[in-house]
């Protein structure tokens, strides 16, 4: 079941309505990571980055890394660095 955040509303608000509902510091603690990495704009709107973002299973400054690497055609050294960091 896929829930989606209505027009307008707030992501703090959505997620703060949950039953599990995470602490407030960390939600605005990841929107402010996904701003600086450019996934969301001002508005709370996820761009065309984070867009992308969204296909891979790893954290987004990752991902992020790894779209520059395809467009900096240095994919084979930041594809090792990122498969060492996103190992568990």
Do not use: W
Not at 22 to 40: E, H, Y
Request: net charge positive.
């Amino acid at each position: 079941m896929m829930v989606v955040l209505q027009k307008g509303a707030k992501i703090v608000d959505f997620f703060g309505s949950l039953l599990d509902a995470p602490n407030v510091n960390t939600i605005q603690q990841a929107m402010r990571s996904l701003k600086t990495i450019g996934a969301l704009d001002g508005r709370e709107n996820v761009t065309t980055l984070g867009t992308h973002l969204l296909d891979f299973p790893i954290l987004p400054s990752l991902g992020k890394a790894l779209i520059l690497a395809v467009v900096l055609k240095c994919l084979d050294p930041i594809l090792t660095i990122v498969a060492v960091l996103a190992y568990r």
